[in-house]
């Protein structure tokens, strides 16, 4: 069938299946490009491996230290006459392009949140790996079933006090506007928000895969956070998806408590704001990506997630004399780069000047939109989208 981008608001209704590989392929070049990952991971478990930075350090670990990869995430498969998601497309193209190279990959589409789906990856470890030596753990998710007690929570995105007034963007029109976000009115928005992204679920899956004797002494585990400027203070590390960042750093701790006898360490890492399914969700902040894009591509210190994945990797949790930099939170930063005095000033005097009429030329929406279809494999150079494309593409080691 001939695949063409159906959107609805934020959200992509279609997904192109030689655009998706297409687009893998590209992440791929660029890790080899970098050269092999010294010392870098050699059995990887990845949680929420097919989009975003969980896809790129999926991507990061097989091609930049020739890791085994077993990839978890909740897509909606392809079949015949029936098109899959675009996270179904990239596990199926990263697949294929890891068994081309002879990498061990394979993957468990299902809720990662269930003691079902951690019981099989456990199980499939014991068969194929027996031990995994770095645990990503890259989920972002609107709701979460807790497998303990079955209560189903949604998390919501909104300021915590106040009522939250800023310019915001709708990437397909360009038209900036003022948007007021209400405020929580009780705390179980904000109880329910960690629920579904604090750290609680990363804490059962480490237990779990300990409890099981699938970590490898030294294993490593990660799980990605985001600070960003003070203008999305209200709506992001203040508010109700802050309080779930800071119970996910909060469980750091935790877990190198719980590896202490394997001499494990575990990283929250905080990350660049990114084009991404979810980030695009938010309010305000595609219009500070936009305005982001177009100082950091200017000054030459632009990443996409391949890029942030790739160095987090060699330079972060993978270095020569084994030593992670951390801030004084205890936090890997990889937003060095987006957080920099120069980057932040020039953002923060064009979002202030940022209109409809000038949006164009000031910021980098452009970028931003073309990022978005790139997500669901659209706007790719080299793909014949007037050409039919085979929707029935499937992961090879999912039946
Ligand atoms: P994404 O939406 O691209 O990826 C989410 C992944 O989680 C997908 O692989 C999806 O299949 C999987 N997933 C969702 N629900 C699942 C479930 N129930 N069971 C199994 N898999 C499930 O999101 P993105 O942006 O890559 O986010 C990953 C992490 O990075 C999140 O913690 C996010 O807060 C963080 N982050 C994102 C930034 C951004 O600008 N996009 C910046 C800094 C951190
Ligand atoms: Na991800």
Not at 133 to 156: F, N
Not at 194 to 207: C, L, N, Q, R, T
Not at 262 to 287: E, F
Request: charged share 25%; glycine share 8%.
């Amino acid at each position: 069938m001939i695949i063409q981008p159906r959107t609805r608001g934020f959200i992509c209704l279609t997904a192109h299946p030689d655009g998706a590989h297409q687009a893998v392929k590209n992440q791929i070049e660029y890790v080899k490009s970098k050269g092999e990952i010294k010392n870098g991971p050699k059995k990887v478990l990845v949680i929420g491996a097919s989009t975003g930075f969980g896809l790129s350090s999926r991507i990061a670990a097989a091609f930049g230290s020739d890791a085994s990869t077993i990839g978890v995430f909740f897509e909606k498969p392809a079949s015949e006459g029936k098109m899959g998601t675009a996270g179904w497309y990239n596990s199926a193209a990263f697949e294929k392009e890891a068994h081309a190279a002879g990498l061990y990959a394979k993957s468990i589409n299902g809720d990662a949140f269930s003691d079902e789906v951690k019981k099989e990856t456990i199980e499939l470890i014991k068969k194929d790996l027996g031990q995994v030596d770095l645990v990503v753990y890259s989920l972002a998710s609107p709701r979460r079933t807790h497998p303990k007690t079955g209560v189903a929570y949604a998390s919501v995105l909104k300021p915590i006090g106040q009522p939250f007034t800023n310019k915001t963007v709708d990437f397909h029109t360009g038209v900036v506007s003022d948007i007021t976000i209400n405020p929580v009115e009780n705390d179980e928005d904000i109880a329910n928000t960690i629920a579904v992204m604090g750290g609680e679920d990363w804490k059962f899956w480490i237990e779990d895969l300990k409890a099981a004797g699938v970590l490898a002494e030294g294993v490593k585990t990660v799980a990605y956070s985001y600070i960003g400027p003070e203008l999305t203070f209200p709506i992001y590390r203040n508010g109700t998806i802050g309080q779930a960042k800071n119970d996910l750093e909060a469980t750091v701790p935790v877990l190198n408590d719980l590896l202490k006898d394997l001499n494990g360490k575990s990283y929250v890492s905080v990350n660049k704001a990114l084009v991404t399914q979810s980030s695009s969700a938010i309010p305000v902040v595609p219009l500070y990506i936009s305005l982001l894009y177009k100082v950091m591509k200017a000054k030459g210190t632009h990443e996409g997630t391949i890029e942030q994945m790739q160095r987090l990797f060699a330079d972060r949790l993978y270095t020569e004399n084994g030593e992670v930099a951390l801030d004084e939170a205890g936090r890997i930063r990889v937003d060095d780069w987006e957080m920099a005095d120069d980057v932040q000033a020039e953002v923060a005097k064009l979002w202030d000047e940022t209109t409809t009429e000038n949006l164009s030329e000031i910021s980098d929406i452009e970028g931003y939109r073309k990022e978005f279809f790139n997500l669901f494999g659209f706007e790719l150079d080299g793909i014949d989208y007037e050409k039919d494309a085979n929707e029935n593409v499937q992961v090879p080691s999912i039946e």
